[in-house]
Structures are given as C-alpha cells and as structure tokens.
C-alpha cells in the first residue's frame, strides 16, 4: 500500500514538473506562477503546495527533472575505466553538450532576476559539479598523469568549472554571436589537455 502511494505521489510529482516546464518555456521564469502551473497540470492549487512549498522549489524540480538523463551519463563517465584525463574531457564535454540541448530552460530562467533561494539552489547544484571535477584531478594526479605546476586538485577542479559555466552561460546569453556547440567542446578539450596533463607516452 505504502509503495504503491509512493509511485502515485512520483507520478504526479513527475506529471506536475512536466506542466511548470511547459509553462516556464511559454512565459519565462517572472511571468510563472503557481495558478498558471496548477491549471495547467490539472490539479488544484492546494494540491500543487501539497508536492512544492513555493515557486523556487517548482522551478528547481523542473531543472533536476531535466537533467535526468545527463545526470545518469555523468554517474557512468566518473566511474569508468578509462584514464582521468580522459574522463574530465569527456565529463566537461557531457556538461556543456547537456546544457546545450536545454538552451531554452536556461534561456527561461534569465528572464529576470533570480531569487536568492533559487540562486542558491543552481549553486549548490554547481559545487556538486564541481566536485566531480575535483575528485577526477585527485585520481589523475595520483596516477601521475597531471603536469608538475604545484596547483592542487581543487584549484584545478574550481577553474575548470569556470571555464565550463563561462561557455554555458556564453550561449544561454549570446546563442547568435557563439559558434557551433562542437568548435567550442574541441576547444576546451584541448585546453583540458594542454594546460594540465601530461603527454601521452
């Protein structure tokens, strides 16, 4: 009984982040509210709050709700095999062709200015990134494959993040004035390469 409550409140959890994101595209972040996202996932307000205290919480459902799948590749890219050189390229890679291919949410959620708890939220949701990052620069330089330089896994770990959300927000913003999605990802991939790791033997 209890599992089978808890598959109908996923549901409607899931039915209701699927409306939100269909209404934020339509209208942006300022113009959605949470009568728009009720009469659009056809349920009524009261029950709306029953699933998302306030509109942030919404906002950051259909941000996680979309990054499922991504989120899945980057679980399978850190915990591959391969050489940490190799899976930092590919992660970063994952990351800026992720964002890319929900350009519009980004586009939605720059609509005005960000709350502080929703800030909040896209950052911690950056630092956990970021941590991916760190850890991989860890296992590289434990394998040896980093370049003697002295900066340490998390300074490395930070700036890549840097370079990553500077590309993102670059096309969220400026979509017309960047070239295609692949010029950029070779090009951070040789400087992933170039800057910090070693030469292939």
Known sequence: MQR?????????????????????AAVGYTALTMDRVAEAA?????????????????????IDQAFTVLAGKIDETCTDSSPASWRLRQLARLVVTGVE?????????????????LSAGLRERQ?????????????????????PGGHTPHELGRLLVL????????????????????????????CIQRLWFQEAP
């Open 163 to 190: 370079m990553v959300d500077g590309i993102i927000n670059e096309r969220i913003l400026h979509a017309a004035d960047c070239p295609d999605v692949e010029r950029d990802v070779a090009l951070l991939d040789e």
């Open 127 to 147: 630092m956990r990134m970021r941590e991916r990052f760190v850890l991989l620069f860890r296992q590289a330089e434990a394998a040896g494959e980093l370049r």
């Open 42 to 62: 056809g349920v009524s307000k009261g029950t709306l709050y029953n699933y998302f205290e306030d509109k942030d919480a919404l906002v950051l459902e259909v």
């Open 4 to 24: 089978r409550r808890a598959m109908a409140e996923e549901m409607m959890r899931s039915a209701i982040g699927e409306a939100a994101s269909a209404v934020l």
């Open 101 to 117: 291919e929900l350009r519009a949410l980004g586009q939605a959620l720059c609509t005005g200015p960000m709350p502080p708890r």
